[in-house]
């Protein structure tokens, strides 16, 4: 799957787990932007994991500010 299409794949699960109607770009935070608190964005990460079939390692996880951060990520788990 390539990094545009992991992108698009991470926005519209925002967009159906979240609500959130307004543009979503790479730089959007997460949890600032989204106005998700630390337990929704664990739950969204965990939704996120299962639908690329992907475990994002904890360390990795305190790395997540921005849904950019999130696509690079998941794009490098399913490199390696």
């Known amino acids: 799957m390539q ?14 787990v979240v609500g959130v109607s307004r ?3 790479a730089e959007t935070n997460i949890l600032q932007d989204l ?11 965990m939704q996120v ?5 992907t475990v994002i390692p904890m360390n990795q996880m305190a790395e997540i500010e921005t849904v950019g951060d999130l696509v690079r990520i998941l ?6």
């Open 35 to 45: 106005n998700l608190d630390s337990v929704a964005v664990m739950d969204f990460i």
């Open 23 to 25: 543009p979503i770009t």
């Open 49 to 53: 994991e299962t639908q690329f079939d």
């Open 3 to 16: 990094e545009d299409e992991i992108y698009r794949n991470v926005v519209a699960a925002i967009q159906s």
């Open 75 to 80: 794009n490098a788990s399913k490199v390696a």
